[in-house]
């Protein structure tokens, strides 16, 4: 039986104890990594990283008979290539669907219905009402139709809205399309919410073409990861002000200060906020104490990435 390293201690006191056997230690990240006992780091097998620490990963040099990582984020292009052969990924699928799904629908609405106008009148004195766009009976495209635009759609269908579902495949029991119908789909839809993992494939997936394809006035929103979205692209369309935006997500990151997306119109822009929200720590806890049961048990882990190819 190896050991487990998780990002906090004491879990066993919020969800009963750790299974017979299993040593559970604890790192947050950013403390010294010198309070472990080197013979904990020598007898870790699965470790669940911290959250949102950048440079996490340097103990995956310290830890010699690791052979599971769990991550606590969905997207995990980055530390992918970073893991030694034999160590097999685990990725936080489902943690952040609530979390990423009200920030997607946040923005739609603050989009739709002009909030940042009305933010600035506030702050202007001025009182200039007008009609708005709404989200209710407007058509949804939401491509990368997965764990967290599943999340989207129950939200948007409360709101009155029609989703229209884009997949990598598509699957009509469904309803999914693939993506190659893009182009056919997206001259009818009012918004477009991407929210894709970043693979090869992804990248530059929705471009000058699909955004060309939408409506005059459609709205894109990006919750997933920048590079599926061609930057240059949409700048050319919000500056002439022909598409709007609206984006948790940017490539680059963090956007610099002075690049022109902050000040194109029509755009607004979060800097990559949608996980980082209080309903992420007990989905995440949940997670963490499953994980290290079937460690336990011998059992497989849940959510498996499958290794690059
Ligand atoms: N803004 C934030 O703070 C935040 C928070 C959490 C996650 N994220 C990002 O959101 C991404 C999605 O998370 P998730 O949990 O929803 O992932 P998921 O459940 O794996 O869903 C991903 C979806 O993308 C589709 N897809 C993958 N490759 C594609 C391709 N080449 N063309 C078209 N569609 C493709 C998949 O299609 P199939 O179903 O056909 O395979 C699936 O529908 C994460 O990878 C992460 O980067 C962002």
């Given at each position: 039986m190896t050991d487990v390293l998780i990002p906090w201690p004491q879990l066993d006191e919020r969800h009963g104890p750790w299974p017979d056997g299993t040593r559970v230690h604890a790192w947050d990240g950013r403390t010294p990594v010198e309070r472990l006992s080197a013979d904990a780091l020598d007898a870790v097998g699965l470790w669940v990283m911290p959250y949102a620490?950048?440079?996490?990963?340097?103990l995956l040099a310290r830890l010699p008979r690791l052979r599971a990582v769990q991550s606590l984020s969905a997207g995990v292009e980055k530390l992918q290539p970073l893991l030694p052969d034999g160590v097999a990924l685990h990725n936080g699928r489902g943690l952040h669907d609530a979390s990423t799904a009200e920030h997607a629908l946040g923005l739609i609405l603050a989009a739709q219905r002009e909030l940042p106008r009305w933010v600035a009148d506030q702050g202007a004195g001025r009182w200039a009402p007008h009609f708005t766009r709404s989200l209710a009976d407007s058509r949804v495209a939401i491509v990368g139709y997965g764990s967290i635009g599943e999340a989207l759609e129950r939200r948007l269908l409360a709101c009155e809205a029609e989703v229209v579902r884009v997949a990598r495949r598509a699957r009509p029991e469904h309803h999914v399309h693939a993506v190659e119908e893009l182009p056919r789909l997206l001259p009818e839809v009012d918004i477009a919410v991407l929210t894709l993992p970043e693979t090869p494939a992804t990248t530059g997936l929705f471009g000058a073409r699909e955004l060309a394809a939408l409506p005059d006035g459609a709205l894109v929103v990006n919750v997933g990861r920048g590079r599926t979205l061609d930057t240059a692209a949409l700048l050319a369309e919000a500056t002439a002000g022909r598409l709007r935006a609206a984006l948790d997500v940017t490539d680059p990151e963090p956007l610099p200060a002075d690049h022109p997306l902050r000040r194109a119109p029509g755009v607004l822009l979060t800097p990559h906020i949608g996980g980082g929200a209080a309903s992420f720590r007990p989905r995440a806890e949940r997670l963490v104490v499953e994980q290290v049961r079937r460690w336990a048990a011998g059992e497989e882990l849940l959510n498996p990435v499958p290794a690059q190819g």
């Open positions: 620490v950048a440079d996490a990963h340097r």
